[in-house]
Nanobody
Framework: QVQLVESGGGLVQAGGSLRLSCAAS????????MGWFRQAPGKEREFVAR????????RYADFVKGRFAISRDNAKNTVYLQMNSLKPEDTAVYYC????????????????WGRGTQVTVSS
């Protein structure tokens, strides 16, 4: 079982940057794929990025390619989402998720979820 806590959200101007962190506790963190999802008001939750349990493979939604980067530090039990060139449309609650073994870009592939952190991008 894994518990996830996101942090690093806040208010930033368009074009700025934020780095989100997701701290994991529990067992077998290093064997989990990790993902980031987001949900804007009135919209459904959508996939942002994922990283394999080794950190060797990453995948991104098209709308964040070239702007966001996911990484993980298994020694610190932490996964990160570096967000650059932020746009107002990036405003959402960002959620960290963990999946046993392989997990891709669909919510049902993940087993554990954090409570989310708010990211607000002003124009």
């Amino acid at each position: 079982q894994v518990q996830l806590v996101e942090s690093g959200g806040g208010l930033v101007q368009a074009g700025g940057s934020l780095r989100l962190s997701c701290a994991a506790s529990g067992r077998t963190f290093s064997s989990y794929s990790m993902g980031w999802f987001r949900q804007a008001p009135g919209k459904e939750r959508e996939f942002v990025a994922r990283i394999s349990w080794t950190g060797s493979t990453t995948r991104y939604a098209d709308f964040v390619k070239g702007r966001f980067a996911i990484s993980r530090d298994n020694a610190k039990n932490t996964v990160y989402l570096q967000m650059n060139s932020l746009k107002p449309e990036d405003t959402a609650v960002y959620y960290c998720a963990a999946g046993r073994g392989y997990s891709g870009n669909r919510e049902y592939e993940y087993d554990y979820w954090g409570r989310g952190t708010q990211v607000t991008v002003s124009s």
